[in-house]
């Protein structure tokens, strides 16, 4: 077991960084190192079988955070484009595909079961180009997108809709009533978990304040749920999904995310090296002219099929070829059904293993696709100028770190003026209040990078840092300096001592946090001694801006304790004087007024 | 009803103005708003500006003449609370047919206004942008009541220019034109 754990970690620490660096794409890197540790390559891993077994709970993972992004409204948003292109993609590619097989003599049910399953393009690779390369939000990302979801969704019952095809489909299993029963039994717990018992649950565990009962719930409900669908014979990701989508709406998804997120990474990465293990190199040895030729028709009839979807949905024309490049390999669904479809007597073991490997090498090819697309696009824009910018969707311009009794004014202040904002707080308690005043926040540690990340520190304008506690509050400037250079900062602070941590830290704009409600007091003892509300006023702000321009020449010699001292006594007496020259002066013009020296 | 619209950044430090405006308060009818006091901060709440002003059927502008002018207060006051489609331009007539007194109090005296004096002008030759503003706004433009030399202004002469004050507003007191 620990063998086994060093050998795979190895293999992808070598591989992956290796691959990114050769442009392609931390994918081919898994599936390379599989092969070099495979039966094929270095032979340090036998028992492929169970490990690919245990990896494909990467998949059930990726789907429940599929579902966990996919609010209802927006999946409502998205409709026609998912179930109008998304369909017409799956029919047209799978229907093309599926005469290929035939023509290549494979029975019907057979080829239509593989012409479906390699319809299906890797919503892994896709997804991660379309991120690297900032397409997600463009028009083109956006039908991508919707095709990659339809094809997530449809394959779901795909993989449940084998067994049926199947001549002995229910031998020695229960009658098709009493299945059918435990499926509908098993979907109703799952709505009944995720949208009824989960919150108060999750609310629960997030109150302990013990971040990693928060990530062992969070693994706990995405296996529950996958068990309890195992149990009714069908597929754990479908269950997984639905148990995100129930989750999407909840303040805890951008947590939930935060925390599935690297055993969904790594799990995947798992599933691609026991796919690159799973490769029978045999069978390339042996069919080479096959495999070549269901690899190449994959790619044609792929790449053909996707250009009419592209066009259908009206992707701009400058973006068609992208687009198909982008979806034109075999998913990692594809290797499930034929696995499934191998053990359900539908494929020969022969054509499931071509099939794989044509899969395998269609995913390969993505990197080399996009690069030659990049250099014909490079081409052509060289012939003709016109080089139609799409624009991008910008998200939440501002992200408000902590919606305590400060983020919280300055939130609702930027909701009331109609701006957007994205809010996030690690107390349950006000998130669940807040949640029922129909604010929009999410829980979740600020301080943590992915969860910015997935808060859209990448493209937001501004961070408001409203957190009170003093260690956070400076943990997330650095982290935003860090990772976020551009992005600027206004600050909360605490006291004098935060204010000068974070000036040193470069934040530009800071407030402390007491200081303006504490020049208003004063103003209002001035007044009830009889102090015209306006001298007030004028007194309170001739005393701000001396204050700030004296903890302003403080910040370079914080550490100077003696120094400070000084300078501090130094400002106090500049400021009594300052007020005493004021006070003579405005009692001379209130007295002589326009009559000049009588 | 009489609506004041007081505008002194310093009420207690003020002679004529404080007692003017002690005055005036104590009127009956008298709704007087003290700007500085309202706003230091020049938050003026336009609205509840507005609703006053609709209320009387006499505007008076009061206020320590600076720099040849209002205040700054007052200036912000005539900015934000005279606005498009209340005090003017399309559906602004909430000020039509409304007396509007001008009772600006100034620290030099007679002399002071004539060619060869401090300020080389007569009062008069101030007194057209805040005219023109009331007329603009659709306001029936009264003789201004100016108050001269309001810093050094003995007791006697100050009672008597109340006591005018109080005259000129007696006319429309109780009637509603």
Redesign the interface.
């Known amino acids: 077991m620990m063998r086994d754990a060093l050998v795979y970690l190895a293999a992808a620490v070598v591989c992956v960084p290796l691959a990114k660096r050769l442009g392609l794409g931390s994918i081919l890197g898994y599936l390379l190192a599989g092969v070099a540790i495979g039966p094929w390559g270095l032979r340090l891993v036998e028992d492929v079988e169970s490990i690919m077994h245990f990896s494909e709970f990467g998949v059930v993972l990726m789907l429940f955070v599929i579902g966990l992004e996919l609010e209802p409204q927006r999946l409502w948003g998205m409709r026609g484009a998912v179930f109008g292109g998304g369909t017409f993609q799956l029919g047209l590619s799978g229907a093309a595909l599926a005469v290929g097989g035939v023509a290549l003599g494979m029975p019907v049910t057979a080829a239509i079961v593989a012409g479906l399953a390699l319809a299906l393009s890797s919503t892994a690779i896709a997804m991660q180009t379309m991120a690297e390369r900032n397409l997600v939000p463009t028009p083109m990302g956006r039908s991508a997108f919707a095709v990659l979801l339809l094809q997530d969704i449809a394959a779901i019952p795909l993989l449940a809709a084998i067994p049926l095809l199947a001549a002995h489909a229910w031998t020695g299993g229960s009658p098709p009533w009493q299945q059918a029963g435990k499926v509908l039994a098993a979907v109703i717990a799952v709505l009944v978990i995720g949208r009824y018992l989960t919150r108060p649950v999750l609310r629960m565990v997030a109150g302990s304040n013990i971040r990693e009962v928060f990530t062992a719930f969070a693994l706990l409900l995405v296996i529950g749920i996958a068990q309890l669908m195992s149990l009714a014979g069908i597929s754990m990701a479908l269950g997984a999904f639905l148990a995100g989508v129930l989750l999407a709406g909840s303040e805890y998804r951008h947590a939930l995310e935060t925390d599935i997120e690297p055993f969904k990474g790594l799990l995947l990465g798992l599933f691609f090296i026991s796919v690159g293990m799973g490769i029978d190199f045999g069978l390339l040895e042996h069919t080479p002219a096959v495999i070549v030729l269901i690899f190449a028709g994959l790619i044609v009839l792929k790449v053909v099929t996707l250009w009419v979807v592209a066009t259908v949905m009206g992707v701009g024309s400058a973006q068609r070829w992208l687009f198909a490049a982008l979806l034109a390999q075999g998913g990692e669904f594809a290797f499930v059904v034929f696995g499934v479809a191998e053990t359900a007597g539908v494929l020969d073991a022969q054509r499931a293993g071509q099939l794989t490997i044509a899969v395998a090498l269609s995913m390969a090819a993505t990197p080399l696709m996009l690069l030659l697309h990049d250099k014909l696009a490079a081409w052509r824009a060289g012939r003709s100028q016109r080089p139609d910018d799409e624009i991008r969707e910008s998200g939440n311009p501002v992200i408000i770190a902590g919606f305590g009794r400060f983020g919280q004014i300055v939130a609702r202040m930027l909701f009331a003026s109609g701006m957007r904002a994205i809010v996030l707080d690690h107390d349950t308690e006000q998130v669940e209040l807040l949640r029922r005043f129909g604010y929009k926040v999410f829980y979740g540690d600020a301080t943590r990078l992915d969860l910015l990340r997935a808060a859209g520190a990448a493209e937001a304008c501004l961070l408001v840092n409203a957190i009170d506690d003093v260690a956070d509050s400076l943990a997330l400037t650095d982290r935003v300096r860090e990772h976020f250079p551009k992005l600027p900062i206004i600050a909360r602070a605490r006291n004098v001592t935060h204010y000068v941590e974070l000036k040193t830290r470069g934040v530009d704009v800071v407030e402390r946090e007491t200081f303006e409600s504490a020049l208003r007091t004063g103003r209002h003892v001035l007044e009830n001694l009889g102090v015209d509300r306006f001298r007030a006023r004028e007194i309170a702000d001739a005393f701000r801006r001396h204050n700030l321009a004296t903890l302003e020449a403080l910040v370079p010699h914080f550490r100077d304790e003696a120094r400070v001292l000084s300078e501090a006594k130094a400002g106090r007496e500049e400021l009594r004087e300052f007020f005493a020259r004021d006070r003579a002066q405005f009692e001379t013009e209130q007295r002589k007024g326009w009559k000049g020296g009588s | 009803m009489i609506c004041v619209v007081h505008a002194h ?5 003020s002679r004529t103005n404080r007692v003017l405006a002690d005055a005036l308060r104590a009127v009956d009818g008298v709704d007087f708003r003290a700007l ?2 309202l706003y ?2 020049f938050d003026i709440d336009a609205v509840a500006e507005q609703k006053a002003v609709e209320q009387a059927h006499v505007v008076v502008w009061m206020h320590p003449v600076f720099w040849y002018s209002v205040p700054a ?1 007052m200036k912000h006051w005539f900015d934000k609370v005279l606005a498009y489609g209340w005090a003017y331009g399309e559906g602004g007539a909430a000020l039509h047919g409304k007396h509007c007194l001008w009772v600006p109090t ?3 005296d007679e002399p ?1 206004f004539t060619p060869t004096g ?1 300020h080389a002008h007569p009062f008069a030759a101030y007194e057209p942008s805040v005219e023109q503003t009331a007329r603009f706004c659709g306001m029936r433009w009264e003789p201004p009541y100016v108050i001269h030399d ?3 202004i003995d007791d006697g002469a100050l009672a008597r220019h109340v006591a005018g004050l109080m005259e000129r507003l007696a006319r429309w007191r109780g009637s509603r034109s």
Request: aromatic share 12%; no cysteine.
């Open positions: 950044p310093y009420p207690s430090r500085y006091d230091p901060d207060l100034t620290g030099g002071d401090l309001a810093i050094a």
